[in-house]
């Protein structure tokens, strides 16, 4: 895993999210892969995909983590063909370099916990 989603995956533990299941990129061709997580705050676990986009035009061949020009978070998986869900959160890895990615995770969790608020539901 990356440093970058490594330092992702880390913060969204903090926040009291966990993966529950990592999505191929053989399965969607715009993507490194997709992250399923959960909230692990509330009963009802309310569920999120985070989403590693890949340059569309790379004509080397890739390994996993690299190429990664933005990571978005959404409510559903994304179409395979690139069609997106309502985004809840984005970075836009493209124009930073890892090292100040680290500051922008933060803001990101943020928006995802605040979209799991906004999810509750009384009973």
Same mark, same amino acid.
């Given at each position: 895993?990356?440093?970058?989603?490594? #330092?992702?995956?880390?913060?969204?533990?903090?926040?009291?999210?966990?993966?529950?299941?990592? $999505? #191929?990129?053989? $399965? =969607? *061709?715009?993507?490194?892969?997709?992250?399923? $997580?959960?909230?692990?705050?509330?009963?009802? #676990? =309310?569920?999120?995909?985070?989403?590693?986009?890949?340059?569309?035009?790379?004509?080397?061949?890739?390994?996993? *983590?690299? *190429?990664? =020009?933005?990571?978005?978070?959404?409510?559903?998986?994304?179409?395979?063909?690139?069609?997106q869900?309502?985004? $809840? #959160?984005?970075?836009?890895?493209?124009?930073?370099s890892?090292?100040?990615?680290?500051?922008?995770?933060?803001?990101?969790?943020?928006?995802?916990?605040?979209?799991?608020?906004?999810?509750?539901?009384?009973?």
């Amino acid at each position: 895993m990356s440093e970058l989603k490594q #330092a992702l995956l880390n913060e969204l533990e903090k926040d009291d999210w966990q993966q529950v299941e990592v $999505i #191929a990129r053989q $399965i =969607t *061709g715009h993507f490194d892969e997709h992250w399923k $997580i959960q909230s692990t705050r509330e009963q009802w #676990a =309310t569920e999120v995909y985070i989403n590693f986009t890949v340059e569309p035009v790379w004509d080397a061949p890739m390994e996993l *983590g690299q *190429g990664i =020009t933005s990571i978005t978070a959404t409510s559903l998986l994304p179409d395979p063909n690139g069609q997106q869900a309502a985004q $809840i #959160a984005l970075i836009d890895v493209s124009v930073i370099s890892v090292k100040n990615m680290i500051s922008k995770i933060k803001p990101f969790v943020f928006k995802l916990n605040f979209y799991r608020r906004t999810q509750c539901v009384d009973v």
